[in-house]
């Protein structure tokens, strides 16, 4: 059994910053052991789609809404996935999701996987609300 937690959504302004960060639960007391993690977004009415991918080779795909302001680590002092989110804008407004897969990420043309049907394990979500 295997679930993750996101946290650090919030209110923010456009142009502001967030941090969003994702804990495995009871699995590792010190390392992230899925070696496949990343970030999915979702607003009401919406399909589910990518943010960033972060493989466990340190090989990362960003899809293009959050690519140049987003970027997708982790944290070794916190042990856990983070999502570094600049320059925020309205149409950021999600939930986002942390999701993992235990092996390393499915590939597509070499480059981890985008598509979220390829990740086994899934957070219940932070609220991120972009507003003037």
């Known amino acids: 059994q295997v679930h993750l937690v996101e946290s650090g959504g919030g209110s923010v302004r456009p142009g502001e910053s967030l941090k969003l960060a994702c804990t495995v639960g009871r699995v590792s007391k010190s390392s992230l052991l899925m070696n496949c993690m990343a970030w999915f977004r979702q607003a009401p009415w919406t399909e589910r789609e990518a943010i960033a991918v972060?493989?466990?080779?340190?090989?990362?795909n960003y899809a293009d809404p959050g690519k140049g302001r987003f970027t997708i680590n982790k944290d070794n002092t916190e042990n856990a996935l983070t999502l570094r989110m600049n320059a925020l804008k309205l149409e950021d407004s999600d939930m986002y999701f942390c999701a993992a897969d235990r092996w390393g990420c499915t590939l597509h043309n070499g480059r981890p996987s985008l598509v979220h049907h390829d990740y086994a394990y899934w957070g219940q979500g932070t609220q991120v609300t972009v507003s003037s």
């Open positions: 972060l493989d466990f080779d340190g090989s990362t």
